[in-house]
């Protein structure tokens, strides 16, 4: 089996930023699409971007422009990088691999505030 493992979330001010990694390993063969979600507690899991493996990006209107996906295919890792962060960026943010059903990382955590 395959898992992923994020990291890079913490705290920080309005206006900050902030680079999320996320690190695949175990039985991999080759990582097709891969992305990142958010989910705030008492709300559904929201998606913020993603990248196929040839390097096509998705993002949601609420990270055009102020979030950047990206990846390494040797590494076998993908990123995320925010800036401009606001208070509503606060969420759990998760790794997905993009299969028959997903695999997802266990989350790390964006907080956003003064």
């Known amino acids: 089996q395959v898992q992923l493992v994020e990291s890079g979330g913490g705290s920080v001010q309005p206006g900050g930023s902030l680079k999320l990694s996320c690190v695949a390993s175990g039985n991999i063969f080759s990582l097709g699409t891969m992305g990142w979600y958010r989910q705030t507690p008492g709300k559904e899991r929201e998606l913020v971007a993603t990248?196929?493996?040839?390097?096509?990006?998705t993002y949601a209107d609420s990270a055009k422009g102020r979030f950047t996906i990206s990846r390494d295919n040797i590494k076998n890792t993908i990123y995320l990088e925010m800036y401009s962060l606001k208070p509503d960026d606060t969420a759990v943010y998760y790794c997905?691999?993009?299969?028959?059903?997903?695999?997802w990382g266990q989350g790390t955590q964006v907080t956003v505030s003064s």
């Open positions: 990248i196929s493996s040839g390097g096509t990006i």
């Open positions: 997905t691999l993009f299969r028959g059903r997903n695999i």
